[in-house]
């Protein structure tokens, strides 16, 4: 896990001037990589390379980034984990199939990944080396023969890769921070991207904040040549394809795992139990976080049956109420027999890293789940240099409870003829969920937001509708960002379709969510306290038997992830899982009406609204104003404007 930055094209920079932007763009990204640093420079090509190092293999210098291949052709600059790497060394050295090949034999030079890889690009291509390599990575690799360099990406998305042309030089890294840093770097704000932050509560791949730079799409890899720079300029080429997530889901539809239900049990166990092994494998202390739930829980569980000494797992608590899952997850540590370390975060603490936010993220980013992510990530950081993680478990087997609401509810209000839900819809939107409240419905289980969600859900036309108003935000974020047209997305514009609405909805899912929000959320809060994140379930074996299983494996009698659970009771007493989901979140609401009420009039305030020229100040203090008075929980819509306005302010 590292982070890295380069560029193509030197302008009329002097050598001096090269090597000291290189650097700058390194130190900016410093939080990736703290262990060691490195700048590699073609001149003739006028390409650079800089390198942030987190040792995790191969502590010693053998490691060093940016890294050349034995040949002398390769460099790269690389960022992440080849979790199968000693079985592709043993193929390099021959010393897999019935008779020896010696043809690629390597001169290894130390034991890290990063070698490994370079090694396998030198032997096979980089296509080909694709699409033998387990892990999670983004990187640079410059071709010194074809004089051409490879920007690649993991197939899940789990690390991040920026790229773009600013002022004729491709600048392109880990992080946008280190674009900064270059003096190229022009920064005009994309008003679209603003927009779907606003829907989204992130910007969606392959889009960012500033015009010109695209981020580069999970399971693809970008081709581009030196020598043809002015051309590129006009028009950068479309990424390739290596891996597809929805060609995966696609091909698991029509071809479904047939066994028992047992027998998919043990094949998942199996499945998951080497993710886990191979993704233990470091040289420098390793544990994992812990939740309770059902997906850091299996994790954990896996590991655990594959140590001969106590894992160490982590987890943060929070004293109120419908916020703490800490107590579950010490009860799971004490049955698995864990090393647990714990945590309880004051809400004064968790407020305090509102303010560090706009450093952490390189764009506007308002999951309110990034508060606590942060405060475990630096946590367990104290303790050690890399965690495992359960992300993933959601999209993959069927978690999120708007996959129960969409199945449960379009078929009941879809019998409603169109024109009688909108009425029903105005109707229920008349009243105030307040009123609703002090008219007794609290009750009887049903509060008033719960009534304006219900509004919401008739008024929308179709099945397809349903799952983006369940996504969505704002629901017209043009009407709050100036000149704010939102673009095609996954979400907007599905590539994939598929005919059960809840695995297309999983499929969205995973080509959007997962990789724009959830592991972006990991990524920035883990790599700012410099601690390596691992994702088990996100092995693409894992993902493509997945994706194989029918429905019901997967959501069963009204709950989701059915087969995950099974696995993981064979571990876990289901009674120490089976409770309502809780989600991993903060109670911004109640904090923007109390102790974080002035930080956000500050910055919601109506003339400096105008006066910055990104948002129509109407809807946006409207949403406030009933926020405070408690007449409406806009806690979400609000936070997606605050984020913006914070990382606003930290611009200049």
């Given at each position: 896990m590292c982070g890295f930055a380069g560029f193509i094209g030197f302008s009329n920079f002097s050598k001096d001037k090269v090597e000291s932007i290189a650097s700058d763009m390194g130190d900016a990204i410093f939080h990736r990589g703290p262990d060691d640093f490195g700048i590699w420079r073609d001149d003739s090509a006028e390409v650079v390379l800089t390198h942030r190092r987190l040792s995790i293999l191969d502590l010693s210098m053998a490691g060093h980034q940016p890294m050349i291949s034995p040949s002398g052709r390769f460099v790269i600059a690389y960022n992440g984990e080849i979790y199968n790497h000693n079985d592709l060394r043993a193929k390099l050295n021959g010393l897999i199939g019935k008779e020896k090949d010696t043809r690629h034999k390597v001169n290894w030079k130390g034991s890290s990944d990063t070698e490994t890889l370079l090694a396998l690009i030198e032997a096979d291509g980089v296509a080909a080396a694709l699409e033998q390599v387990v892990g999670m990575f983004a990187f640079a690799l410059w071709d010194r023969k074809e004089k051409s360099l490879y920007l690649v990406r993991d197939r899940m998305g789990e690390k991040p890769l920026y790229y773009g042309w600013q002022k004729g030089i491709l600048l392109f890294?880990?992080?946008?921070?280190?674009?900064?840093?270059?003096?190229?770097?022009?920064?005009?704000?994309?008003?679209?991207?603003?927009?779907?932050?606003?829907?989204?509560?992130?910007?969606?791949?392959?889009?960012?904040?500033y015009k010109g730079i695209k981020k580069l799409l999970p399971g693809a890899f970008l081709k581009l040549s030196a020598g043809n720079v002015g051309a590129l300029e006009r028009e950068l080429p479309e990424p390739q394809r290596y891996w597809s997530f929805a060609a995966v889901a696609e091909r698991g539809v029509e071809s479904r795992f047939v066994g028992s239900e047992s027998s998919a049990i043990s094949e998942l166990d199996r499945l998951l139990s080497r993710s886990v092994l191979e993704q233990m494998?470091?040289?420098?202390?390793?544990?994992?976080?812990?939740?309770?739930g059902v997906d850091s829980s299996a994790v954990v569980a896996l590991m655990q049956k594959q140590s001969s000494v106590p894992v160490k797992t982590f987890s943060i608590g929070f004293n109120e109420s419908g916020y703490d899952e800490a107590i579950y997850a010490k009860e799971v540590a004490s049955h698995l027999g864990t090393e647990h370390t714990e945590l309880y975060v004051t809400a004064q603490q968790a407020m305090d890293v509102i303010h560090r936010l706009p450093q952490l993220y390189d764009e506007p980013f308002s999951d309110s789940s990034q508060i606590p992510t942060f405060l475990v990530a630096e946590m367990t950081r104290q303790n050690v240099k890399v965690s495992l993680s359960g992300d993933g478990g959601d999209e993959l087997f069927g978690g999120y409870n708007r996959y129960f609401k969409t199945h449960q509810w379009w078929d009941k209000i879809n019998v409603i003829p169109k024109s009688v839900r909108m009425l029903l819809s105005k109707g229920l939107l008349s009243i105030s969920p307040g009123v609703w409240d002090r008219a007794g419905f609290v009750a009887a289980g049903v509060s008033g937001n719960n009534i304006s969600k219900l509004a919401g859900v008739l008024s929308v036309p179709d099945g397809a509708s349903l799952y983006r108003h369940f996504t969505t935000h704002w629901d017209d974020p043009a009407a709050v960002v100036i000149d704010g047209q939102e673009r095609r997305t996954e979400v907007s514009d599905p590539s994939i379709e598929l005919n059960a609405r809840v695995e297309q909805m999983m499929a969205l899912d995973t080509l959007t969510y997962l990789p724009d929000d959830i592991l972006t959320k990991v990524d920035r809060a883990a790599m700012g306290v410099s601690l390596e994140t691992r994702i088990p379930l996100l092995d693409h074996r894992v993902v493509e038997f997945a994706w194989k299983l029918p429905l019901s494996m997967k959501i069963c009698h009204g709950q989701g992830?059915?087969?995950?659970?099974?696995?993981?009771?064979?571990?876990?007493?289901?009674?120490?899982?089976?409770?309502?989901?809780?989600?991993?979140?903060?109670p911004i609401d109640s904090w923007l009406r109390g102790p974080l009420r002035d930080w956000a009039e500050n910055l919601l305030d109506e003339s400096r609204l105008r006066q910055e020229g990104y948002f129509y100040p109407q809807p946006i203090r409207k949403k406030w104003e009933e926020h405070i008075l408690g007449r409406r929980n806009w806690q979400y819509h609000l936070w997606d404007v605050l984020m913006f306005q914070a990382w606003l302010e930290v611009q200049s």
């Open positions: 890294g880990s992080e946008l921070k280190a674009f900064k840093a270059h003096p190229a770097f022009d920064g005009e704000m994309d008003r679209g991207s603003i927009a779907l932050q606003l829907r989204h509560n992130c910007i969606p791949a392959p889009y960012s904040i494998v470091a040289d420098v202390p390793l544990g994992a976080f812990l939740s309770g992830k059915w087969i995950l659970r099974q696995l993981l009771y064979q571990y876990v007493p289901k009674e120490l899982i089976e409770r309502p989901k809780m989600g991993f979140g903060v």
